[in-house]
């Protein structure tokens, strides 16, 4: 079986992952929901989530500049914890790359329906509108992984362009007095309203999350990506960096554009494309139309991005040999075409479950993105561990160096405890949800620890070379795979060249 080809460079692995992130979907589509929890200070929201996340990057960064690997956290924190934590945290990341591809359907529709209605034509389904979406997705995902960069990278770029356009419109007639109901410029949207629950905060700081959350995407690119240890943590934190100021600039003009009264911030959140809305009021509906349009192609880049990544996450983990072997098979263009298919066929399925039960694509939209966001956490946390525990092997001045990874932990968890806590149904489900997916990867992990074992060996043989390059030790659990090898009754010699303790 044939590797991954290495034919990306630093600009198309970032393109990758600002197609996950995919900017324009976030900024059209994740500050409704904030509004609705923390009412004006949605910029502060989204300051506190970019800082939040960026010490996320710094854990990834930190670790793949010694280890690159198509399973992104499985292989960077199986390197540095072992095998068990290695599987489990790769098990919450699949969950949210699945569940990401799962939610961009319903998106994908709900921007496409939103611009043929704004052109004169009603009444297509959004279901169908989904289906079309996933089918272009699977054609795109079985090409050369360079194509669907540059796909990625042009629908962004065009969807960033028009909403600055439209930031540097609202800021203009808001500043000359002329905004459509009187708006007017303040910075109290970068305070909390009184007496704001720490619960709205939590909940209002994972859509910020969102926003964000597809970035590290890009580590599982590392096998496709010339010089990955140079490109790969560039990508990471030029992804964050990039888009930081933007995101948080951006949710300051929709806040002012809608008004920071009680009445701006009701049609704030209650707005299904607030970018659409503020498009119409402050330019025309010709604008409004050019927007949705962008924003219906940034929501196909993220389902593209997002298959991707699962096709890449399915890949790995069938490889070394956790679920069906077909996954683990490239074709002609040497991507994992039969995971990136079988991703999109259950994504397709489910999204016609949520239509025949009548959710709309709004709500099937934000369902599973918020439990695809709280499988992240846990994955993040589990490299910001994994981050902290290689720099203090590895790094003089270990505690300064480890800080922004600690506090990418530290923040992860902050947030899924506040999302478990006092949200109304169904949100205050998810959290269960999500916990219930990382559980059976723990389970799994438990109960089959022969399986631990082959991951571990698999994961040895695969980023030994690396580690050789660098004179640095992979920890794999070695009692773990000893009781293992044992079980299985395998031949002395097969075990002694693969555990390679005395090479």
């Not at 990544?309 to 098979?329: E, I, Q």
Request: aromatic share 10%.
């Amino acid at each position: 079986m044939g590797g991954l080809h290495r034919s990306l460079k630093f600009w198309g692995a970032m393109a990758l992952g600002l197609g996950i992130m995919a900017p324009t979907l976030a900024l059209s589509l994740n500050g409704s929901v904030p509004a609705a929890e923390v009412g004006r200070a949605v910029p502060l929201v989204f300051l506190f989530g970019g800082i939040g996340m960026a010490f996320v990057a710094y854990g990834f960064a930190v670790l793949t500049r010694q280890y690159n690997h198509a399973g992104s956290a499985y292989a960077l924190v199986g390197a540095t914890l072992g095998p068990q934590a290695g599987f489990f945290s790769g098990f919450a990341l699949l969950g949210y790359y699945v569940l990401s591809t799962i939610c961009t359907v319903p998106a994908s529709a709900l921007f496409a329906e939103a611009f043929l209605n704004s052109v004169g034509v009603h009444h297509v389904p959004w279901l169908l509108l989904g289906i079309i979406a996933a089918a272009a997705t699977a054609w795109l995902s079985t090409r050369d992984l360079r194509v669907a960069a540059r796909t990625l990278l042009s629908l962004e770029g065009i969807g960033v362009f028009f909403i600055i356009v439209l930031t540097i419109v609202i800021f203009a007639k808001i500043g000359a007095g002329s905004a459509p109901t009187h708006q007017h410029f303040t910075l109290n949207v970068f305070a909390l309203p009184a007496h704001t629950r720490l619960s709205a905060i939590g909940a209002a700081t994972v859509f910020a999350c969102l926003s964000w959350a597809g970035f590290e995407g890009i580590a599982t690119l590392g096998e496709e990506t010339t010089n990955p240890r140079r490109n790969i943590p560039r990508a990471l934190l030029g992804a964050i960096g990039l888009s930081l100021p933007i995101f948080v600039i951006v949710m300051l003009a929709e806040t002012l554009g809608f008004g920071t009264n009680h009445a701006g911030t009701a049609a704030f959140a209650g707005s299904a494309t607030p970018l659409g809305d503020l498009a119409n009021s402050f330019i025309g509906s010709w604008a409004s139309s050019t927007l949705l349009f962008v924003a219906m192609a940034s929501a196909f880049a993220s389902l593209l991005g997002s298959c991707t990544a699962a096709s890449r996450m399915g890949f790995a983990f069938s490889r070394d040999g956790f679920g069906p072997r077909t996954l683990s098979k490239l074709d002609d263009n040497g991507t994992p075409a039969v995971a990136a298919i079988s991703v999109l066929a259950l994504s397709v399925v489910i999204t016609s479950i949520m239509a025949i039960n009548g959710t709309s694509a709004v709500n099937d939209y934000f369902y599973y993105a918020t439990i695809g966001v709280l499988c992240l956490l846990v994955a993040y946390g589990m490299v910001g561990i994994s981050a902290c525990f290689h720099i203090f092997r590895t790094r003089a001045w270990a505690v300064l160096v480890a800080t922004p990874a600690a506090l990418g932990t530290i923040f992860a968890g902050y947030i899924f405890y506040t999302e478990a806590t006092g949200q109304s149904s169904p949100y205050n489900l998810f959290p269960y949800y999500a916990g219930a997916w990382c559980l059976i990867g723990l389970l799994i992990v438990l109960l089959r620890p022969q399986l631990a074992a082959q991951v571990g060996r698999q994961l040895a043989a695969e980023l030994q070379p690396q580690a050789e390059s660098t004179d640095l030790p992979i920890q794999m659990d070695q009692e773990v795979d000893d009781r293992s090898v044992q079980s299985e009754r395998r031949p002395r010699e097969v075990s002694d060249s693969v555990d390679g303790k005395d090479d």
